[in-house]
């Protein structure tokens, strides 16, 4: 398996797919990243030379991704909390966040159902 940004790549997949194990490089990324490195984007990762995996990585570098990206998602989402804005409330309580309906689907969210006993004679 080749290295790239410290995450192992699968080798028997296309470049272009394996780029996508990468965390915050999608498909359009991947694709960028090979135009500027200037490789193929059909060429399978065990097929690459080391030159052609250092351009890779070289560019990739440039990208934001895996810890740094996942630090700074949380930190935006920390501060929605702080700020105390409607978002930010909606990922305090556990809720969707995005304007969905709560009444029938919103299990993900909200966890499993807790059942509410009833009134006692």
């Given amino acids: 398996m080749a290295r790239v ?3 192992d790549i699968p080798k028997d997949k296309r470049v272009v797919t394996s780029l996508t194990y990468i965390f915050g490089i999608g498909k359009t990324t991947s694709k960028k990243i090979l135009e500027a490195a200037e ?6 990762v065990k097929d ?6 250092n351009a890779i990585r070289e560019e990739a570098a440039k990208f934001s991704h895996e810890g740094d990206l996942r630090r700074e998602v949380a930190f935006n989402i920390k501060r929605l909390m702080e700020i105390n804005c409607y978002r930010g409330q909606r990922h305090k309580k556990g809720l969707p966040v995005r304007g969905q309906k709560t009444k029938n689907n919103a299990l993900t969210r909200k966890g499993p159902r807790v059942a509410i006993a009833g009134k006692k004679k």
């Fill in 5 to 7: 940004l410290g995450i």
């Fill in 39 to 44: 490789v193929d984007e059909s060429t399978r």
């Fill in 48 to 53: 690459l030379s080391d030159d052609q995996i």
